[in-house]
């Protein structure tokens, strides 16, 4: 339970980090969306290990496969499912994992739920298990921005305690993968690549936060009670590995903000009623307005180091665990792609149920 | 959509401010709990309007009444039906809101989604919409407390800047519910309480933050993937009237730390593996840890506010709104029963789904 | 669990036979239908106890009252909440209830699921819980008919041993409605009513079979896989009280059919392509051919009979029911409109779902 | 959407006939089930095409490989993920499919749906869809059989209009798969496959009933009111290509019987409560009783027969289409297994479903 996301574009992700593979089924894409694997592949490019010397030095090409749901270049209305092999299997750094748990893992909560775990790696709670998101949100991308132009920009903001302005309004996609770390603004980047580089050699590692703007989005989406947008993009983007908060607009700074300072008044622009300011940051009361969307999310240190920690064993004995393996010392490049590829997949499952909530006679047409 | 909540306990509540009523369907309580209208009463209470000189002044005895689903003074595993009827419909305050849109309320983005809206009030997305889910966390919170031992307390920790630091360990409802704004620090309660006074005076509203903790949670509960306790925590609390951020354990503070110094080591104590440290909040990939569940949620200043402001009509005709009618120019001191309430929720849905995670042999006793 | 029905017309209902009431939650009917207490009323009277001679002689009124999602007589988008209080209790007729089972009820599964149950009449398992369908269903069918052009009529076709063909095209509501068994066969319900009356005499009860047929159903709905429109239509009508079989076009007569005999052989007329015959019963691969949508469903002869019964308490001893209370000798006329109700959600749910199964070309123009 | 099956134990289907292959993901298995590809290949092979004379002559090997969720030989409690990869592509069989519908398969209703499908075969459409559900139920029948000691058999007793006589009770799957037919009356499947053979070399297709027993059930699965075990049954049965009908227990045949006649009377045997006769088919009121639970399942004719058929293109002009191809002339042989995995589909899920019902004191031994 728990491996499936979204109501009416619906993935289902499986796969550990050792074992066959991993994948996903989307279930519930529109027919005559132009597919290929190519399009796929060009976001799992941007999350695959060994990108550049500031993430994992694993080398794996995370080659996706569509098994179903396509013909002649493009979906068919019925599932698709999407397949990349596991390959450098270099389960040797995982043998004292057998017995010992990792601080701040998730080996010892999955052997207190299951009483067994794949300790060869970190089987369901690997970061591996984000492929599948990805692959599923180049659909999503593909949907919002061939047809609808919507356009999802994830970048970095914050790496440990070197954070950069940017402006999210002309932040391009071009401008976020110029430089390794993904922070569009180049001096700051800098700083927090040598950040990294410090860290990894000091055996640790840091967090940092990604921010998101989404561009383009009608007013409209977003259920009024559980289903509100703000709490459908909260639970995807806390449902990803190491993130430990989130917020939207202003966020937690709108806590010492007063209404008559946080309130945005309407206006009328263009003939539309607009927004003067954007500090609900596009979604109010559940539902976007029209806006920008805007949000941030707080990823913790990667838990796993090479400094030598105090543990116990699976019996409860202590122990010191020696870190190896070849892991990120900090999450944050690679998780702007895993964050815009959640955004895409809310955003998609809630155009297509919007989509129940007209008038309707204007629905009728669509239906007969 | 998006009226329910929950996949085993599930909840579906329905109702607007000014309508018949509101009320709640449980679906998904085990047979054989004590419960009567006095346990839902005693959390409605803890939210009502007018309960002191800080909150909204309208009066309203949101009295419940148990429709279905209790026999004898227990639940019989059937439907729960929860029905509180409205009363001191004042509707004649909104009169202007007909045609124009109130700024960072939910006015413009139904009209957007759905073409209309019950426009006496807030209709679905007033606040009177989260009677339905403390009626069912009233319930929620019996089985935890009860049959588990698990209690969930929450607490206003800031109101605009004033913030005050609370020992999760240690603090108790009562120490919560001694004062009108439930800060369990009374100094600094003193000070919440002038603040929120004098920008009441001044027609204007501030925000806070309400923190939470859950004792006695075992470890296990959440899913490995999307279902991971975070997220649904997440989700619940992110669809709350006016929350703007959720984080877990350190939360943001987390980006600004090494993972040396983040980790949690394991020791073992007292015969069970727990961790030194708990800067994960009791959750660890998803899944509860055993240790203190942690958690805080960003409430915006409420956006009705008694100063004049820019708006426009929903013909997008330029208007100046005089705010009117009675609000909480504050909704921390309600918020901390319906925190506790989404809490509540989702801990006893997890509580559920963990029961078919055991291995077979377990659960057989259960079934045969 | 397993309180609610569809997935994008979603109604969830709740209420025993003898408690404070019954209702229904429906979540997801679109924006801007004409909705009054009028429209529900009216397929509730079709359904309610104490109508004729030939249905159980307990006077229910069943009012229905709209408690929510209605706003100046349109449907607003949000969860329509629709309450009727129980009435009539002479709850004495089933003191004797309370340790002994009723043959071929409920009783002694309830106990072996929940370990107790609402024993002062058949609980949730009692006909009673139907009206919440038959009230959702009345707004089903209000969105088929005034919008879509559907409609749905269901008649009896056999009581006992006797019945009736039918011309399925030309029936009418109206002529279904002619005479209290609901068969429109003047004829062959004089005989049926007949039949009736003499078991009830007797103390004993009938079976009976109610066919049903869908006009102006377009194609295209009914999901591939497990989601088909046959799938979604038998869980719906097997879900009803004393159902036992159901089947679609052909039925189980198809089995001793070759395939040149049963297949529907397509040909133009009036620039459409339809099949030559409808053997298929307007439903092929699951999904909806445009063509009249046929099937049947089997009821049993009510369990409750007034002729003493063998039986055993619920330690197990033997013991001796007599029958007592008002009940129906045959459930047939009444379960007309409940599988109406039942047929109308299934339909209106994957009308919806259909919208989303378009082109993006097409959809576009609906979102934005 | 409408690839998903089950809410506990729940699985999702994809693939098409002619695509990289068919599989499935298994979300919600328990931790700790040995299991592996043998237990799958057992049932795939059961299913598979090309096994006797009377089955499509197509040789398609359908080895199941397991992807994920299973660790040294155990499901570790996260997604298992089951590959088929497809082989056999005689495509060409299909190309005059590109434009002509043939009569009673899914090619009209998927153009009218989608606005397109692949024409290779039947897509989704096809029984080859089926794979997913075998390999899941492999996996379902293993816990039933292994940890609860519950068992289905299923059984042909009807093909054309040879009808045999089977007891329920003694029935055993060795004398199921003893023939070819799998009728476990030896006589009247020799008669059975005389008649198979003979409309095959005729160029036609008969249809039949498969009829099932599930001994060592329980009482107390099933949900009061819309989850019933039989409409979950009825449900996941209809979803099955080519069936028309379902019952239980008596079936259409208890439409004609009186109360008196059709009711299960209640005695104590051995200690337990038992009903005297089982004309309920094991369940009352849509829960089980802990009797054998019985249910007939009707199979059409196949659609594709070797004949000439008149149709049209999918322009409306009037075309002849001759069948060719290698199908079975009679499925009923091949979907004995797939009812099978069906059922215990749909058993697990309501085990697990009832283990959420229970007193709470009785699951606070198993969460804690």
Redesign the interface.
């Known amino acids: 339970?728990?491996?499936?996301?979204g109501?009416?574009f619906?993935i289902?992700?499986?796969?550990?980090s050792h074992?066959?593979?991993?994948?996903v089924?989307i279930?519930?894409c529109?027919?005559?969306?132009a597919l290929s694997e190519e399009d796929i592949q060009l976001e799992l490019d941007r999350r695959k290990p060994g990108q550049s010397r500031i993430t994992t030095q694993r080398k794996e090409q995370d080659q996706a496969?569509?098994?179903?749901?396509?013909?002649e270049g493009?979906t068919?209305?019925?599932?698709?499912?999407i397949?990349v092999f596991n390959q450098d299997h270099r389960s040797k750094d995982y043998d004292e994992m057998q017995d010992l748990?990792r601080?701040?893992?998730?080996d010892?909560?999955?052997d207190?739920?299951?009483?067994?775990?794949?300790w060869?790696g970190g089987?369901?709670?690997s970061a591996r298990?984000t492929i599948g998101r990805v692959a599923a949100g180049a659909i999503a991308k593909k949907?919002l921005s061939?047809?609808?132009g919507i356009e999802t920009v994830a970048f970095v903001t914050?790496v440990?305690?070197i954070s950069a302005e940017i402006d999210h309004t002309s932040v391009t996609r071009e401008q976020v993968d110029a430089n390794i770390v993904r922070c569009p603004h180049p001096e700051t980047a800098e700083k927090m690549i040598e950040r990294i580089e410090a860290?990894r050699k000091d055996g640790?590692?840091?967090?940092?936060?990604v921010s998101a703007v989404v561009r383009g989005c009608?007013?409209?989406?977003?259920?009024?009670?559980?289903?509100?947008l703000?709490?459908?993009?909260?639970?995807?983007?806390?449902?990803l590995?190491a993130?430990?908060?989130?917020?939207?607009?202003?966020?937690?700074a709108?806590?010492?903000?007063?209404?008559?300072?946080?309130?945005?008044?309407?206006?009328?622009r263009q003939?539309?009623?607009r927004?003067?300011t954007n500090?609900?940051g596009g979604i109010?009361?559940?539902?976007?307005?029209?806006e920008e969307i805007l949000l941030r999310v707080?990823?913790?240190?990667?838990?796993?180091?090479l400094?030598p920690?105090?543990?116990?064993s699976?019996k409860?004995?202590?122990a010191e665990l020696k870190g190896r393996g070849r892991h990120d010392p900090c999450v944050l490049p690679r998780a702007v792609p895993i964050v815009e590829a959640m955004i895409n997949l809310v955003l998609v499952d809630h155009?297509?149920?919007?989509?129940?909530?007209?008038?309707?006679?204007?629905?009728?047409k669509?239906?007969?």
């Open positions: 339970m728990g491996d499936s996301f109501k009416l619906s289902t992700t499986w796969g550990e074992g066959g593979g991993v994948g089924v279930d519930g529109p027919a005559g969306l496969q569509i098994l179903s749901g396509v013909f493009q068919i209305g019925t599932a698709i499912s397949l748990y601080p701040s893992h998730a010892f909560t999955f207190a739920k299951y009483g067994r775990r794949n060869k089987g369901r709670s298990e949907l061939d047809i609808f914050q440990h305690d860290v640790d590692s840091v967090g940092g936060i009608p007013a409209g989406l977003g259920e009024p009670v559980f289903d509100k703000t709490a459908d993009l909260a639970k995807g983007l806390m449902s590995p993130t430990r908060g989130v917020e939207f607009g202003m966020g937690f709108a806590v010492s903000m007063k209404g008559s300072e946080h309130n945005d008044l309407f206006e009328a003939g539309k009623i927004t003067k500090r609900s109010q009361g559940g539902i976007s307005n029209g707080a990823f913790k240190p990667t838990a796993t180091i400094k920690q105090q543990t116990t699976n409860g004995e202590p155009l297509l149920r919007n989509l129940t909530k007209k008038n309707p006679e204007s629905f009728k669509l239906v007969t």
